[in-house]
């Protein structure tokens, strides 16, 4: 039965064998010759700010996760608009629990301010 | 009305519940109505289920109420479950008719104490745990019963522990009834290890089948019960606690070395009494060992000059009239003496305290005489308890002692019926030489120095009314020989009665004349009675058998009666007419008397033998097995523990890293074998 | 999708409980006011609500959502124990979240939220539905273990994030090699083949996705060798959610653990049991000696609670059905006791000051009576000692392992049980026996009538059980018959 996967393992192989061999080709064979603006973070050519463990504002991961909520939500909702004629009013119902449920979850960082940006 | 049983254990409870949670704030009236209206609501239930036990047939007398499963293990069940025959019906009459009297005598004679809502927690807590021993369906329940009274039997004989002595006295009575307990616990395990139940009923019905008369096992199963007997209702040798433990209260003595707590032995081998009588070893050890307690306990009464310690020792002398009637099998007589004993006693332990409290905590009679003119309840009530305490007709404690007497000389112990003979009289003695010495003469104390007074009405009432019971008591089992229809004996028969098992033990025992008559006697009453459930009449008439009576009965009735009144004459001799001859003779029998007086110096040879014996033995094991060896055995495993968990805490270093790691180790470890386990 | 309405009175609780969550939460977000401690009633308002619609479960199996959810005595059982747990945390936290200042309406809705995953876990009847139940009560957990926002408890959540979800991959790669093997997850299915299999008892993939499953939920339950997130996180964790963490989670996890070993592979029980056997040793012996060394109260407790879930584990090598009920007493003591030890431990730490090492401890046993006395209780039952809840729960499981002739284990169990004794009384002997300071830490307790009653429930929980455990007993035995 293992040796069915057989082939995954040579896929494997081959794709670790050409990222590795990549690099090492081109520590090789690519010339160095470093200057401080080669060495700085690339920022779409903008001036780069100081320093990656720079603070960030909390809103920033409120927001961000209120948004990946919702954006699965929508993941979810995809399936289930396709066999939407199939599941009837049994599927109608259910997504209608699980919105609400969301809209609880919704409705409470909205009051809690979370949307807020000042 | 019948299942309602269950409340009159109830009652109690709630009432010990209530006090002893609110009774230190709450007013003197509120705590003595709760514990006094608690235990009467018992009283009045405990009729209601005697009446209704009564209108059933004899042989349908039996009512058990199963509370709820108490412990389920495997396929045995012990349920908490209360039995009500008549027995039991008898018994818990007696707990709460005269637990009642008790407490309410207690609201006069304890009013001025401040612990008064701690004692009558007390109080309640122990009718509880007595009417749960009496009720109780198996041997479990009974058990926790009889180490309820052994916990409030401590707590109130200690009740004013600030005093060392007070204190100390409960804890003997502890530890004795503790080593009485031990052997109860034995015979309980055997019989758990015998018939897989301890179900009073179950048990006394697979008996007969499951073991074999006069066999090691019941032998055994019966003796380490009757240990346990010895401890609770204090017999030779298990006996010395019940004297020091006058220390408590006056009416806790009433109640506890009366009415209820010393007779649970009594009662338990009442309850066993078809294994008793599956074994004649253990019958004739019983009724020698009663036999010899009353005696030898009546010898130490006659020198003592403490009332409570007089009385103290009557009831251990009392006690073994009981357990005389236990081992000649004649379970009857016994519960009757019981019945009648817990009415004259506790009138005479209220009375005593009833003096006491007249005479300002005086206990020693030398120091009193003459209270017939100060306290005429006391005196009166006293003088009634007193008859029917040595046996004169027609008082309670007549009939109840002669009937037991009677059946251990035609059932054949005429070597106990002659050591229960020679106490009678001397019960008799000591009871008028207290009466004597305290009531009548010269007042031997100042009267102006201390001014004695009338007992109030909370007292003299229930001293009244227990007093009229000793009187009327006996009358519910005048013996068919005086023409009586033996109530008392009908109404017991279905549990006592021994005529499906006596064969064996009578077998046991050298035949005798007045036998025959006896067997007979016992079967007609039985027919007589199943015939005609209500008609005493009838039953007195079935039998019809008064020629069988044995004229030695007679004989016998008329010999304990002149004996007695021969002790009272010496009394009255003694102590009245020539006050100085008790000394002359004592100092006679300088040596005589000091034994006596000194209660044969078994409390120094239990101190020497067993205390000191056990101190030395505990000093060697401290010294050297437990510091020495075990300790160090200990220590040592100890040592090498906490150093390895002190090693093992190195291993939570706090990072997550390394938690992971392990994690992953264990996942890898763990599929790794199953690979193994797969491959092979 | 066959769904019938009737398959709804199976999730009814459950939907109660969550409906409450919810109902919580709005609440927190419309009501004003600092201080919601008062939802906390609100939350045990939805609990008996739930409970009073679980008896109706309790009795032959029926299965609902396309075999996804039991409603069963089993489950009703493991229900009962989760809502014991839920009020007794929620009347311990209302009280301390008070004195501790941080009185939100969040904190109940992440417990009750936590409570449906539970129950989820217990009624499941599907290794999806599991592994679902499971997520959903561990994320709630990880928010709440949290929730105090120290830098301690902080670090207990994320440690405790970091390594659940570590451990979640081992249970669902172990999901997905049992998929692989039977071509199903539906628990009494994956019975039925492997019954009809035999050959699968020796597959490499099925042994290695019953290897991983035990990974998943020996993490779960705190059992030896994936343990060691334990004292750390139940330490730093707030005082409440630590007692959630150690009486609801365990219970949950290993009613799952029981409805997935003892019935799903029951047929491989010969090749698990042997490792499981290892693994019971290992736990109780190392939660043992490591807790002898602690001097803190909180971590002991902590490893005390590694060492019960040795003693269960025993239970679940012998997986008898006696054995299994005699599980279910152990988890419901352990709840009393556990829960209430922990509120003791709450009570005499104060504002800012937990106060949890040992030495606080000294002579508090005379200076406050009724909490000595509790405390003193509760570590009688957890050493094990009658008449308590943690005695019955021991001698239960210990019995059933001597029938099944584990004499070994039952030895060693035993052993352990007696080591154990040494800290329990540690604490004990400290209260009673050791001076307290000239100034003491403790200078008075944090009691307010939610706690105390939360102490008392939990003291006479543990003794009802152990006094008159006939009646429990009797209905645990009947719960695993019906769970099939």
């Known amino acids: ?118 | 009305m019948l299942d309602l049983i269950w409340l009159i254990p109830f009652f109690p409870m709630v009432g010990a519940i209530v006090n002893g949670l609110f009774g230190r704030r709450l007013p003197k009236g509120v705590v003595h109505t709760v514990a006094c209206g608690s235990i009467f609501l018992s009283f009045l239930v405990s009729a209601g289920a005697f009446f209704a036990l009564k209108a059933l047939p004899p042989a349908e007398r039996v009512f058990e109420q199963v509370l709820f499963e108490w412990i389920a293990f495997g396929s045995t069940t012990i349920n908490l479950g209360y039995l009500l025959d008549p027995l039991s019906c008898v018994m818990i009459l007696v707990v709460t008719g005269v637990g009642f009297l008790i407490h309410v005598y207690s609201v006069g004679y304890m009013s001025h104490d401040p612990g008064y809502a701690r004692y009558f927690t007390y109080l309640n807590l122990f009718c509880f745990a007595m009417l749960t021993l009496v009720l109780g369906n198996n041997f479990l329940v009974m058990f926790v019963g009889w180490e309820g009274v052994g916990l409030c039997s401590y707590l109130l004989i200690g009740f004013w522990f600030e005093d060392a002595a007070k204190a100390a006295a409960g804890m003997k009575a502890f530890i004795v009834n503790r080593i009485g307990d031990f052997g109860f616990l034995i015979g309980m395990f055997l019989i758990f290890w015998v018939f897989g139940t301890l179900d009073f009923r179950t048990v006394m019905a697979q008996a007969p089948g499951a073991l074999v008369v006069g066999g090691g096992i019941v032998t055994a199963i019966t003796l380490f019960l009757f240990v346990g007997a010895t401890g609770k209702s204090a017999q030779i040798p298990l006996y010395v606690w019940l004297p020091d433990a006058m220390a408590g209260p006056n009416p806790v003595s009433a109640l506890i070395h009366a009415a209820t707590m010393v007779t649970a032995g009594v009662y338990m081998i009442g309850r066993c009494n078809v294994l008793f009588s599956m074994a004649p070893v253990s019958m004739t050890v019983v009724a020698t060992i009663g036999a010899l307690t009353a005696l030898f306990a009546g010898t130490i009464a006659i020198t003592q000059n403490d009332i409570k310690k007089v009385l103290a020792y009557s009831t251990v002398s009392q006690l073994g009239y009981m357990f005389t009637a236990m081992g000649v099998g004649a379970y009857v007589a016994g519960i009757f003496h019981l019945m009648t004993h817990a009415f004259f006693k506790a009138c005479l332990f209220l009375g005593s305290g009833s003096v006491i409290h007249g005479m300002h905590e005086e206990q020693d009679m030398r120091k009193m005489g003459g209270l017939r003119k100060h306290m005429p309840h006391t005196y009166w009530t006293f003088l009634i308890a007193t008859i029917a305490i040595a046996g004169i007709p027609p008082l309670a404690g007549f009939f109840s002692k002669d009937e037991i007497l009677w059946k251990a000389w035609s059932g054949g112990y005429k070597f106990q019926w002659f050591l229960g003979f020679a106490a009678a009289g001397i019960t008799a003695f000591y009871m008028f030489r207290l009466v004597f010495m305290t009531f009548f003469g010269k007042e031997r104390f100042d009267p102006e120095e201390v001014h004695v007074h009338e007992s109030p009405r909370s007292m003299t009432v229930p001293l009244w009314v227990l007093a009229g019971l000793s009187v009327v008591g006996g009358w519910v089992g005048i013996p068919a020989a005086l023409g009586g229809a033996n109530n008392f004996h009908h109404w017991l028969a279905p549990v006592l009665d021994p005529a499906a098992v006596t064969e064996t033990t009578h077998a046991a025992a050298p035949d005798l004349d007045g036998l025959l008559g006896v067997r007979t006697a016992y079967a007609s009453e039985g027919a007589g009675h199943a015939e005609a459930p209500e008609g005493h009449g009838a039953a007195v008439g079935a039998e019809g058998g008064a020629e069988h009576h044995d004229p030695t009965e007679y004989v016998l009735m008329f010999l304990s009666v002149a004996y007695a009144l021969l002790g009272i004459l010496v009394a009255y001799f003694a102590y009245l007419l020539k006050p100085d001859l008790p000394g002359k003779v004592a100092a006679k029998a300088k040596g005589l008397y000091e034994l006596l007086y000194n209660k044969y110096f078994v409390d120094e040879i239990y101190q020497a033998v067993f205390v000191e014996g056990t101190l030395a033995l505990a000093t060697f094991f401290w010294a050297f097995w437990d510091v020495v060896v075990i300790d160090g055995i200990v220590n040592g495993t100890g040592y090498v523990v906490r150093s390895l968990g002190g090693g093992l805490r190195l291993l939570q270093t706090g990072k997550v890293q390394a938690y992971a790691m392990t994690v992953l180790l264990g996942a890898v470890v763990l599929v790794a074998y199953y690979a193994v386990v797969a491959a092979f | ?484």
């Open chain 3, 1 to 484: 999708m066959n769904f019938q309405m009737a398959d709804l009175q199976l999730l009814a609780p459950h939907i109660v409980v969550l409906a409450t969550a919810l109902l919580v939460l709005l609440a927190e977000a419309f009501c004003k006011g600092e201080r919601k401690g008062y939802l906390a009633y609100l939350g045990i308002a939805g609990i008996v609500v739930a409970a009073l619609l679980t008896p109706r479960l309790f009795g032959p199996q029926r299965l609902g959502f396309s075999g996804m959810l039991a409603g069963d005595g089993f489950a009703a059982f493991f229900y009962f124990i989760l809502y014991a747990v839920g009020i007794l945390t929620l009347l311990v936290s209302q009280n301390y979240l008070r004195d501790e200042r941080f009185e939100h309406g969040e904190y109940y809705a992440l417990v009750l939220l936590a409570l449906v995953g539970m129950m989820l876990m217990a009624g499941a009847t599907h290794l999806m539905v599991v592994f679902l139940a499971l997520e959903t009560m561990s994320i709630a957990i990880y928010a709440l273990a949290g929730y105090f926002r120290t830098e301690r408890s902080v670090e207990a959540s994320l440690k405790y994030f970091i390594l659940g979800g570590f451990a979640s991959g081992f249970l669902l790669y172990g999901i997905a090699l049992i998929y692989g093997a039977c071509g199903t997850t539906q628990i009494y299915d994956v019975m039925a083949y492997f019954k009809a299999l035999p050959a699968l008892t020796s597959s490499p993939m099925a042994l290695a996705g019953i290897g991983l499953l035990t990974v998943g939920f020996g993490f779960k339950v705190a059992a030896v060798p994936f343990h060691a997130w334990t004292p750390d996180v139940y330490q730093g964790a707030p005082t409440s959610v630590t007692a959630f963490m150690a009486t609801g989670v365990k219970a949950a996890a290993f009613s799952a653990f029981l409805r997935v070993f003892v019935v799903a592979f029951q047929g491989t029980h010969v090749e698990w049991s042997g490792v499981l056997w290892v693994l019971a040793l290992l736990t109780m012996t190392l939660g043992n000696l490591t807790a002898i060394a602690q001097t803190d109260v909180k971590r002991m407790l902590a490893y005390s609670s590694i060492a019960h879930a040795g003693y269960l584990l025993v239970g679940l090598v012998v997986g008898t059905p006696e054995a299994s009920s005699a599980m279910m007493v152990y988890l419901l003591a352990y709840a009393f006791m556990n829960i209430g030890a922990f509120a003791c431990v709450i009570m005499v730490g104060r504002y800012g000051q937990e106060n949890t090492s040992l030495d606080a401890y000294a002579g508090i046993g005379f200076r406050f009576p009724a909490l000595g006395l509790a405390m003193a209780v509760f570590m009688f039952s957890m050493a094990g000692i009658p008449p308590t809840a943690g005695f019955i729960g021991k001698f239960l499981i210990f019995k059933a392992a001597v029938h099944e002739g584990y004499y070994w284990l039952t030895i060693l169990g035993v052993l352990n049980s007696a080591a154990s004794v040494y800290y329990y009384l540690r604490v004990i002997i400290t209260m009673y026996f050791k001076p307290s300071p000239d100034e003491p830490a403790v200078d008075g307790l944090r009691v307010g009538p939610s706690a105390a009653l939360a102490t008392v429930l939990a003291g006479v929980g543990v003794l009802y059980l152990g006094i008159i455990p006939g009646g429990i007993i009797k209905l645990a035995e009947q719960a695993v018959r019906f769970m099939g």
């Open chain 1, 1 to 118: 039965m293992l040796q069915n996967y057989i082939p995954i393992l040579i896929l494997f192989l081959l794709a670790a064998g050409f990222g590795l061999g990549v690099v090492v080709i081109s520590m090789f064979l690519g010339p160095r010759r470093p200057d401080p603006s080669k060495l700085s973070t690339y920022e779409c050519g903008m001036e780069v700010e100081p320093g990656a463990r720079q603070r960030f504002d909390v809103k920033y991961y409120l927001v961000f996760m209120a948004f990946l909520v919702f954006d699965v939500e929508v993941v979810f909702m995809y399936p289930w608009a396709v066999r939407f004629q199939k599941l009837g009013l049994f599927g109608f119902v259910e997504m209608l629990i699980f919105l609400l449920i969301l809209l609880v979850g919704y409705v409470y960082i909205w009051r809690k301010g979370v949307l807020e940006w000042e």
